[in-house]
């Protein structure tokens, strides 16, 4: 896996950043989570993470290194079409999906695991 020193190491801006991977680009260099879904009765947590110097979000699952998806998910783009990311690795510890470039729109996390089920953050 791949990480960056620092946020502005980051291999890509803007709309540029959409599909890109997190920890390849370097984005994920100052990410903070923005939500996130404590799965009931396990330890598998679902986030939304957030790049304030790349303004973009994506979806991170925590102790789930093979959920069935993982995206994020921009519910109405602009012109009412949603834009929908997919998962793109993991590591011992987390699963992530590519970005979505989201300096005002909201995003929200989603995952189906193939044993607890379906879940979502908010739309922050």
């Known amino acids: 896996m791949a990480t960056a020193s620092t946020a502005g190491a980051a291999t890509c801006s ?10 390849l680009s370097g984005c994920s260099a100052d ?3 923005v939500a996130h879904y404590q799965l009931p ?3 598998q947590r679902l986030e939304l993470r957030w790049s304030p110097s790349c303004q973009t979000n994506w979806a ?6 093979s959920p069935v998806w993982l995206r ?5 783009r602009g012109d009412g079409l949603p834009r929908v990311t997919q998962l793109s690795g993991h590591s011992d510890t987390y699963s992530w999906s590519v970005m979505i470039y989201s300096p005002t729109l ?9 044993i607890w089920g379906r879940y979502r953050t908010a739309c922050v």
Request: proline share 6%; with cysteine.
């Open 41 to 43: 009765a396990v330890a």
């Open 31 to 33: 990410a903070v989570t």
């Open 60 to 65: 991170r699952m925590y102790l789930d290194t």
């Open 72 to 76: 994020a998910v921009q519910p109405d």
């Open 14 to 23: 803007g709309f540029g950043c959409t599909y890109q991977d997190p920890q």
């Open 106 to 114: 909201c995003v929200y996390a989603d995952v189906q695991t193939s």
